[in-house]
Every structure is written in structure tokens, then in C-alpha cells.
């Protein structure tokens, strides 16, 4: 009897901090690279770790390729964390039954992403037969609105979702926004994987607060727009960057729009504003 090869183990390089059951963290820290890895390797099997409500993403992996997860140990962070790792696109160190990949982080502004980001959604929409450009303009507001049973797990991160950040009159902005331009509410907690592709694939103007959700960006086409409403105190931290220096590497346009502080009402005008702005470059 022919045994199957021993899945290769694979961990995260460095991130830019944050956990993996994180979306933001886990998209471009795990779930990308690994994607490229698979591309460009086509291994048998793969023992991922365990990414608690991140998990079901792992189903849109190329088919051909068995994927197991494993209990999340402590020496897993520890190991992908290991001096160089975040250097290493796809660095295989051998071990005695099976092999040990650890895979380079995308959140580094620093770091080539481009080609790597723009080649995994191409893959992606392929698989799930959707087309690569969107078929007319889609404005899609995200709510950040979490739901209980998506954070009720062994992957629990605490103050996610509103509250760690909210938007009180979302639904006045979003009547608003829905006067001048067909608007889509996102919740990506409540959506499967290929529902939040397929929303984004179709996706030509994105609207949300700083937060993780922003990071589905990657699966919309080249030339999109990126507003992001982001809370003034973290516009002078380093975080403020993220997602300015993402949307360049999508090789989408970005604006920002300030709210006061972090559960302030958003001023409707100014993103009624900077709506206009980017509609009127788009045409």
C-alpha cells in the first residue's frame, strides 16, 4: 500500500502585528501567500493552523491540494515569528517526517506585493467563475456590525467589530450615499467567502471605517476606488497608513474622510463630497 506524502506544515512569516483570526491579518499574512505558494508549487497537502472563524477561507484554495488544520500551539506564532521569516517568500526548512513552509507577509509597505495580490484574485475569480472586471459601477458601504457567533470561538479577538470602532448614523449615511448611486451594505460576517469575493468582484468605489473589512480590496479590479472614514487620532499613528498603502498596491485611487473620534457620527457631506470627487474622475 502507497502511503500519500506527509502534508507540508505551514506557518506565517512576520506580520505587521495583530492576530491571524484578525481579517486584515489573516488575508494578507496567511491566506494570500499561501494561495501564491500553492500556485507556484502545487503540493499534495497542506497542514495549515488553525485560524478559528478564518478557517472556511481555506475552501477557496486550488482544488488538488489536501488542506488539514491543526490546534493553534503557542510555538506556531513563535516559529512564524523566527528571525528572517518575514523575508522569506515560500522557505522550506526539512524536518524529519514532514516539511515546514513559512510564508512571507503582504502587509509590509516596503515589500513588492502587487503582482502577488493582483495574480491571487485573478486565480480566485477564475476558480469561481466570475468575471475580472465589473460588469457596472458598485458602490459597497461596509457596516461594521459584528456578529456573536463569528467572535464566540477558540479565536477570540475582544473588541472587535463596533466595538472597537462604529459609524452611530451608518443608516442615514447610507440612505444618502443610496440617493445618488445604487449603494450594497457589507457584512462580511454574516456572508460566506465566495458571497464577500463575488460582492467585491463587483466592486468599483469601497466605503468603510478603518477597520479590517477594508482588506476585501484585493478582490476588486484595478482602478477601483478606496474612501476610507477614519477616526483623526489614528490618521497620525502608523496605522493610518495601512490601507492607503494597500489600495496603491491593488492599484486603486484612495481618499480619506475624518471622523472625530472613533464613535463620532461621520459628517454625511464630506462623504457625499468625496463621493462626487472620485465619480467625476472615474467618467
Known amino acids: 500500500m502507497v502511503m500519500p506524502p506527509a502534508p507540508r506544515r505551514v506557518i506565517p512569516g512576520r506580520s505587521m502585528g495583530g492576530s491571524l483570526e484578525h481579517f486584515y491579518h489573516f488575508m494578507l499574512s496567511y491566506f494570500l501567500p499561501i494561495d501564491a505558494y500553492i500556485a507556484r508549487h502545487h503540493p499534495d497537502a497542506l497542514d495549515l493552523r488553525d485560524c478559528g472563524p478564518m478557517n472556511v477561507w481555506f475552501g477557496l484554495f486550488a482544488p488538488g491540494t489536501r488542506i488539514s488544520v491543526r490546534p493553534r500551539p503557542s510555538a506556531d506564532e513563535g516559529a512564524g515569528a523566527g528571525a528572517g521569516a518575514g523575508k522569506v517568500q515560500a522557505a522550506r526548512i526539512s524536518g524529519a517526517d514532514d516539511e515546514t513552509v513559512i510564508v512571507a507577509t503582504l502587509e509590509s509597505q516596503y515589500r513588492p506585493r502587487r503582482r502577488?495580490?493582483?495574480?491571487?484574485?485573478?486565480?480566485?475569480?477564475?476558480?469561481?467563475?466570475?468575471?475580472?472586471?465589473?460588469?457596472?459601477?458598485?458602490?459597497?458601504?461596509?457596516?461594521?456590525?459584528?456578529?456573536?457567533?463569528?467572535?464566540?470561538?477558540?479565536?477570540?479577538?475582544?473588541?472587535?467589530?463596533?466595538?472597537?470602532?462604529?459609524?452611530?448614523?451608518?443608516?442615514?449615511?447610507?440612505?444618502?450615499i443610496g440617493r445618488v448611486v445604487p449603494v450594497h451594505t457589507f457584512e462580511g460576517e454574516h456572508l460566506d467567502p465566495v458571497s464577500q469575493v463575488t460582492i467585491m468582484s463587483q466592486t468599483t468605489i469601497l466605503i468603510g471605517q478603518h477597520g479590517a473589512g477594508l482588506a476585501h480590496m484585493v478582490f476588486m479590479a484595478p482602478g477601483g476606488v478606496v474612501i476610507e472614514i477614519l477616526p483623526s487620532k489614528l490618521r497620525f499613528l502608523n496605522v493610518g497608513k495601512f490601507f492607503r498603502t494597500l489600495a496603491r498596491s491593488c492599484g486603486h485611487s484612495y481618499v480619506v474622510v475624518t471622523q472625530d473620534k472613533r464613535h463620532s457620527p461621520v459628517d454625511v457631506s464630506q462623504v457625499l463630497t468625496a463621493l462626487a470627487t472620485v465619480r467625476a474622475a472615474r467618467s
Do not use: C, M, W
Request: overall charge positive; hydrophobic content about 40%; proline content about 8%.
Open 116 to 176: 502577488t495580490i493582483r495574480a491571487a484574485r485573478k486565480r480566485i475569480l477564475e476558480r469561481l467563475d466570475l468575471p475580472l472586471t465589473p460588469t457596472k459601477e458598485g458602490v459597497t458601504l461596509i457596516n461594521r456590525a459584528p456578529s456573536l457567533p463569528f467572535y464566540e470561538t477558540d479565536a477570540v479577538v475582544k473588541t472587535s467589530g463596533a466595538q472597537r470602532r462604529s459609524i452611530p448614523n451608518f443608516q442615514a449615511l447610507s440612505e444618502a
